[in-house]
Nanobody, 114 residues
Framework: VQLQASGGGLVQPGGSLRLSCEAS????????MGWYRRAPGKEREVVAI???????DYRDSVKGGFTISRDDTKNMVFLQMNSLNPEDSAVYYC?????????WGQGTQVTVSS
């Protein structure tokens, strides 16, 4: 399974970005797709996950500002990020977990700065 993420960039505090990630290859019908991030000098952390069936889950610091969604007809996952602040700056990675394993995209840089 290969993942291709896009949509990162430079945005001012309070701004918005939308990340997209497309999965290709042998994608199972049941899986969990998600977004993670790693800021300089910090460990990678989960941002949001969404299963094929079920509710999305978010880390506390992004609740109310970020929304994860998916389009299973295209094997895509999205992350709408609103009200961004400098602490959200990081490399964002998309992930898909299914019974064959866990797969990662290449990462896309998000920088929140004035």
């Amino acid at each position: 399974v290969q993942l291709q993420a896009s949509g990162g960039g430079l945005v001012q505090p309070g701004g918005s970005l939308r990340l997209s990630c497309e999965a290709s290859g042998k994608v199972y019908s049941r899986n969990v797709m998600g977004w993670y991030r790693r800021a300089p000098g910090k460990e990678r952390e989960v941002v949001a996950i969404i299963p094929t069936h079920g509710n999305a889950d978010y880390r506390d610091s992004v609740k109310g500002g970020f929304t994860i969604s998916r389009d299973d007809t295209k094997n895509m996952v999205f992350l709408q990020m609103n009200s961004l602040n400098p602490e959200d700056s990081a490399v964002y990675y998309c992930n898909i977990w299914q019974t064959s394993g866990s797969y990662w995209g290449q990462g896309t840089q998000v920088t929140v700065s004035s």
